[in-house]
């Protein structure tokens, strides 16, 4: 398949991941990561983050979220007959394969898919200068509400196409089971548009888009009360590269795979390093230019934190860790 077509049928399937990339490339706009100031001085000292198991989410719910919106859509909307018709075109039994594999896939979802979590950076009503001094509120009582950290990313290493890690980035839709169905219907009809190119293919071919397609949907839907956070995931499935053992092998080089106890809770986790790979067209990801700031949140010994940060980062090159480093002096409440 040439590679123009190959980009036709992944912008009809994924229409909101491409729409949204392009909007952040096009703004400049930066992702942000809240965290503990423990934790932030671990990723600095390992030049990695940690991939954690969705089924370790603050609530595995979202992803049982996404299930259900996915599940909405297709047994209660035209385009869930339409997306049956295109599917019987191809392959006649490809609807029952498809409810009968995706099945299998959700199951292993639960077991075998890794996340890491950020959020857009910058405040739409009073600018990013807001932001960029405070942080956002509702973020640091989420997720560090005393001793925190925020790390502020530059966007390229996040929006950039290259399988280089096999981790891929994916904007959360905010939608209930009836808001889900335009969503549905944009990926049905951008298949339409393009099975010129997919039918002659096969059912086998159809069945492996709509799984991948699907996938990503049901993992990156969340409850519109969660909408504020403007969240985005890199997800990162290893299933597959596991059946390839000298590709696993390169895999476990570049994302290692560990146990770690974490809220003492040992679990299985995969390390996604600060590291560029120009060969294969990931670069922006070493520390010095990925970071953009570190921004200090509420704590009552926010100037050791910030001091120790700045140590951290003198030592893996960012030479100008005094002005990248952001005491947000908000108050704490106890």
């Known amino acids: 398949m040439s590679e123009d077509n190959y980009d036709r049928i992944w912008k009809a399937l994924h229409p909101e991941t491409d729409r949204q990339v392009t ?12 965290t503990s100031a423990e934790s932030a001085v671990a990723i600095l000292r390992s030049g990695r983050m940690l991939l954690r198991n969705s089924s370790l989410l603050n609530d595995f719910s979202e992803v049982e979220h996404g299930r259900a919106c996915l599940a909405h859509a297709q047994l ?57 001094e405070f942080g956002r509120l509702s973020m640091w009582r989420a997720y560090a509400n005393r001793n925190g950290v925020a790390f502020v990313f530059n966007n390229s290493p996040f929006v950039t196409e290259s399988n280089a890690l096999n981790a891929f980035t994916s904007p959360v839709v905010y939608a209930t089971p009836e808001s889900f169905e335009p969503h549905f219907a944009e990926v049905v009809d951008g298949l339409e548009s393009c099975m010129d190119i997919v039918a002659p293919l096969g059912g086998a071919f159809l069945l492996e888009l709509l799984i991948g397609a699907f996938r990503f949907a049901t993992q ?26 000298p590709v696993w092998q390169q895999q476990l080089e570049r994302v290692p795979e560990d146990i770690r106890t974490i809220g003492g809770v040992p679990q299985r986790v995969h390390a996604i390093p600060f590291k560029n790979y120009p060969d294969e067209g990931f670069v922006g990801a070493t520390i010095p230019e990925i970071l953009d700031r570190v921004l200090v949140g509420p704590s009552p010994d926010a100037h050791a934190i910030a001091q120790a940060l700045i140590a951290e980062l003198k030592s893996v090159g960012v030479f100008d860790a005094v002005d990248r480093v952001i005491l947000t002096n908000i108050p704490l409440r106890t």
């Open 76 to 132: 209660n909307s035209s385009a869930g007959e339409k997306l049956n018709s295109l599917m019987c075109g191809v392959q006649a039994d490809l609807p029952d394969l498809f409810a009968q594999t995706y099945s299998q896939i959700f199951s292993a979802m639960k077991s075998d898919t890794y996340l890491l979590s950020v959020s857009e950076h910058g405040d739409r009503e009073h600018g990013d200068e807001f932001e960029d």
């Open 23 to 34: 909007r952040i490339r096009q703004d400049g706009t930066r992702f942000v990561h809240y």
């Open 220 to 245: 990156s839907t969340k409850h519109p009360a969660f909408r504020e956070e403007r969240e985005w995931r890199i997800i990162y499935n290893p299933t597959m590269l596991r059946s390839d053992p």
